[in-house]
Each structure stands twice: as structure tokens, then as C-alpha cells.
């Protein structure tokens, strides 16, 4: 670890290899428990290389989150992608070439949108129906039987879609407070999801459900009836899934390294290399009330260990980080030296710095698009 810190110049992404494996390892086990797929989002990864690990562990299907995500991984051997994004017109002659290299599951939710991919397709493309099961951020809602049947009819009237199912993101458990609170979000849920399906049934559609956020597939235990789900932050977590104890602070993988540029004593604050452009502004609340944009990290056995309330990046500007600290840490810290701070958000941050450099010294690139 020491040797990796020394040659850090810049605010610089750092990967644990072995708690990312653990991570997918333990999701591939319980998707195996349940019965379900796991189809992992790798918006959070972004990484060819990384998608190895999952691939190595039997994953074969895939959630992205664009067009160019999904030509990215199928460049690098992928063959069923979910675009889980609502079908972007101006990109279906791009849609058109990616489902002639591989089963391209998309995103309806408008009969008007069904009519454009028909009229423009030529090749079969899976539809799902996404349906707004309770976060309301796209969707339809779960109760309007009458949109969901009027889509679902032109979805299965169409020459080149195939409705495979009916697909939510759960993303109000990111607000909750609670595991039981998250536990009786994923319920409810699947109780919604399961009506439509029932609705559709009597339609004589047979459709599958699939679910998708790592607070909810991290802390249930039994998935219920569903037939796939579609976490991706579980890969690195963060402090955000660490309150929501969607994780143990041992289980998050990614942490940024950033040099010390200046020290004030008089308020107790080191600042660092590494700012909004770096993070992003995600923010969450601090030991004392106030919003926070990472937490320092300390170095022990070979990868970041412990935190202590009170070492806390309080401010971001576009390059630059305030961190408050305790007098400990500001005594035993001096300028140019490294700390390692863990984000509120990995999936933005890495997003961000757009590679990783590994503990034992690999670096991994991103995709570019």
C-alpha cells in the first residue's frame, strides 16, 4: 500500500481487487439461493476488465444504462444487454445495429415510442415494460391498467419487439432510513410488480418482473417472485450504502487518494487535491449534522480500515476539498502527504476519474465514450 501511495500525484481512484470479488461473489450466491438472474448494472464499473470478474463467476447478462455503455460492452463479448433507459428515438438506428450483435433488451413505456421502434427496426429487439412502481422518477404507474394494457397490446402487436416482462429501479430505498424500511419498500414493490404481472396474465401475456437496486438486493433475503434482478453499486458500495447498512465499511472497495496541498491549524482543517470534479457534490449528513462529501479512511492492513467521526470532507469547489479533522489526525498529517477519502457516491466519483488503480499496482481503464 505504501508503495502505491508514493507514486500518487493527483486525485487518483483506488480499486480493492479481492473486496470487489467478494462483493460479486456474494451477490452471484444469493441471486444462486433464489432462483433469480443476476443482471448487474455495470454503469457503476464501466470497466471491460472488471466485467471479466463477473463473467469468471457465470454472470451472462448484463444492465447499462445508454446506447453507447451497451456498444462498449458488447465490443468486449457481451451478448444480452439490458439498456435500462427509456428508448431514445434519435438513437434507434444505433439500437437497429447493436440487435444485430446481440439479444438488446429496451426500455417502453409509450405507445408512441412502440410504433417508432416498429416502423424503424428491422431486427427483433426484447421489450419491457417499465413500470413506475413507487420511486415516480419514469414509468408507468402500477395501477394504470389501462396505459399498461393499451402499451403491453401494441408491444405484442408489433413485427420486431417481443414484450419478454415488466421492469422497475426501486430507487426510493436510496432515501430510506432503515433496513426494515428498505425490507418494506422491496415488499411493497413486489407486490405492485406482481399485480401488473397478474393484469397481464389474464390478457394472456405472460410476462417476467425484474427489480433492480443494491439497498433492496443487499439487505432482503428472499427475492420473492421475481426473475431477475439488477443491482450495480454492491460492486464498490459507499458510504451512502454504509448508512443505509446495505454494507459493512470492510465490503466498500473504491476510495480516493488525494494529496495534501495545505493545512490551517487555527480551524483544524487540511485541505486536498480533490473536489467536485473529483467527487461530484453527493452529499449526505456528518457526525454533526452538517453535509458531508467524504469520510478519511485509514491505512491498515493493506487497504483502508477504520473511520472516526470528525475526519470529514465539510466542502468541494471544482479542485479543492476542505477536510475538518481531529487534532490527532491533523498532528500526525503534514503537506504532501496522502489521504484517502471514501465517497458519499462511487458510481459517480469513478465515473469521474475514469480509471482505477489497483493495490497492487494495475491500472484499469474505464470505458471512453
Given at each position: 500500500?505504501?508503495n502505491i501511495l508514493y507514486q500518487i500525484e493527483k486525485?487518483?481512484?483506488?480499486?480493492?481487487?479481492?473486496?470487489?470479488?467478494?462483493?460479486?461473489?456474494?451477490?452471484?450466491?444469493?441471486?444462486?439461493?433464489?432462483?433469480?438472474?443476476?443482471?448487474?448494472?455495470?454503469?457503476?464499473?464501466?470497466?471491460?476488465?472488471?466485467?471479466?470478474?463477473?463473467?469468471?463467476?457465470?454472470?451472462?447478462?448484463?444492465?447499462?444504462?445508454?446506447?453507447?455503455?451497451?456498444?462498449?460492452?458488447?465490443?468486449?463479448?457481451?451478448?444480452?444487454?439490458?439498456?435500462?433507459?427509456?428508448?431514445?428515438?434519435?438513437?434507434?438506428?444505433?439500437?437497429?445495429?447493436?440487435?444485430?450483435?446481440?439479444?438488446?433488451?429496451?426500455?417502453?413505456?409509450?405507445?408512441?415510442?412502440?410504433?417508432?421502434?416498429?416502423?424503424?427496426?428491422?431486427?427483433?429487439?426484447?421489450?419491457?415494460?417499465?413500470?413506475?412502481?413507487?420511486?415516480?422518477?419514469?414509468?408507468?404507474?402500477?395501477?394504470?391498467?389501462?396505459?399498461?394494457?393499451?402499451?403491453?397490446?401494441?408491444?405484442?402487436?408489433?413485427?420486431?419487439?417481443?414484450?419478454?416482462?415488466?421492469?422497475?429501479?426501486?430507487?426510493?430505498?436510496?432515501?430510506?432510513?432503515?433496513?426494515?424500511?428498505?425490507?418494506?419498500?422491496?415488499?411493497?414493490?413486489?407486490?405492485?410488480m406482481k399485480t401488473v404481472k397478474r393484469k397481464l396474465?389474464?390478457?394472456?401475456?405472460?410476462?417476467?418482473?425484474?427489480?433492480?437496486?443494491?439497498?433492496?438486493?443487499?439487505?432482503?433475503?428472499?427475492?420473492?417472485?421475481?426473475?431477475?434482478?439488477?443491482?450495480?453499486?454492491?460492486?464498490?458500495?459507499?458510504?451512502?450504502?454504509?448508512?443505509?447498512?446495505?454494507?459493512?465499511?470492510?465490503?466498500?472497495?473504491?476510495a480516493v487518494a488525494c494529496p495534501v496541498v495545505a493545512?490551517?491549524?487555527?480551524?483544524?482543517?487540511?485541505?486536498?487535491?480533490?473536489?467536485?470534479?473529483?467527487?461530484?457534490?453527493?452529499?449526505?449528513?456528518?457526525?454533526?449534522?452538517?453535509?458531508?462529501?467524504?469520510?478519511?479512511?485509514?491505512?491498515?492492513?493493506?487497504?483502508?480500515?477504520?473511520?472516526?467521526?470528525?475526519?470529514?470532507?465539510?466542502?468541494?469547489?471544482?479542485?479543492?476539498?476542505?477536510?475538518?479533522?481531529?487534532?490527532?489526525?491533523?498532528?500526525?498529517?503534514?503537506?504532501?502527504?496522502?489521504?484517502?477519502?471514501?465517497?458519499?457516491?462511487?458510481?459517480?466519483?469513478?465515473?469521474?476519474?475514469?480509471?482505477?488503480?489497483?493495490?497492487?499496482?494495475?491500472?484499469?481503464?474505464?470505458?471512453?465514450?
Amino acid at each position: 500500500m505504501d508503495n502505491i501511495l508514493y507514486q500518487i500525484e493527483k486525485p487518483t481512484l483506488l480499486l480493492d481487487r479481492k473486496r470487489v470479488k467478494r462483493n460479486i461473489d456474494r451477490m452471484v450466491a444469493k441471486a444462486d439461493r433464489n432462483g433469480v438472474v443476476l443482471r448487474p448494472h455495470f454503469k457503476t464499473h464501466q470497466s471491460a476488465e472488471i466485467a471479466v470478474w463477473f463473467r469468471d463467476r457465470g454472470v451472462e447478462a448484463i444492465t447499462v444504462s445508454s446506447v453507447e455503455m451497451a456498444e462498449y460492452f458488447i465490443d468486449n463479448g457481451w451478448h444480452d444487454v439490458t439498456i435500462a433507459f427509456p428508448v431514445n428515438l434519435r438513437q434507434i438506428s444505433r439500437l437497429n445495429v447493436l440487435a444485430r450483435r446481440a439479444r438488446i433488451n429496451s426500455l417502453v413505456e409509450s405507445e408512441m415510442v412502440v410504433r417508432c421502434m416498429d416502423d424503424t427496426l428491422d431486427e427483433n429487439v426484447a421489450a419491457w415494460l417499465k413500470i413506475d412502481a413507487g420511486y415516480h422518477r419514469t414509468g408507468l404507474p402500477w395501477d394504470d391498467d389501462a396505459s399498461i394494457a393499451k402499451i403491453a397490446l401494441a408491444v405484442r402487436k408489433s413485427e420486431h419487439l417481443q414484450l419478454r416482462g415488466i421492469l422497475t429501479h426501486a430507487g426510493h430505498t436510496y432515501g430510506s432510513g432503515s433496513p426494515e424500511h428498505i425490507r418494506a419498500i422491496y415488499s411493497q414493490v413486489l407486490n405492485r410488480m406482481k399485480t401488473v404481472k397478474r393484469k397481464l396474465k389474464s390478457m394472456g401475456m405472460e410476462v417476467g418482473i425484474s427489480v433492480g437496486d443494491t439497498p433492496g438486493c443487499s439487505i432482503v433475503d428472499d427475492f420473492g417472485d421475481v426473475d431477475e434482478i439488477r443491482p450495480g453499486n454492491f460492486v464498490f458500495f459507499d458510504l451512502s450504502q454504509l448508512a443505509f447498512g446495505s454494507c459493512r465499511l470492510e465490503d466498500i472497495a473504491v476510495a480516493v487518494a488525494c494529496p495534501v496541498v495545505a493545512m490551517h491549524a487555527d480551524r483544524k482543517q487540511i485541505i486536498i487535491y480533490g473536489g467536485a470534479i473529483h467527487f461530484s457534490k453527493e452529499s449526505m449528513l456528518g457526525s454533526k449534522g452538517q453535509a458531508i462529501y467524504g469520510q478519511i479512511a485509514t491505512f491498515e492492513s493493506g487497504s483502508w480500515s477504520s473511520t472516526s467521526d470528525g475526519n470529514e470532507v465539510i466542502s468541494l469547489s471544482q479542485e479543492h476539498g476542505i477536510v475538518q479533522v481531529t487534532d490527532s489526525l491533523f498532528e500526525r498529517t503534514k503537506v504532501g502527504d496522502i489521504l484517502l477519502v471514501l465517497p458519499i457516491h462511487s458510481c459517480l466519483t469513478a465515473n469521474l476519474l475514469g480509471r482505477y488503480l489497483t493495490l497492487d499496482g494495475e491500472v484499469i481503464e474505464m470505458a471512453k465514450y
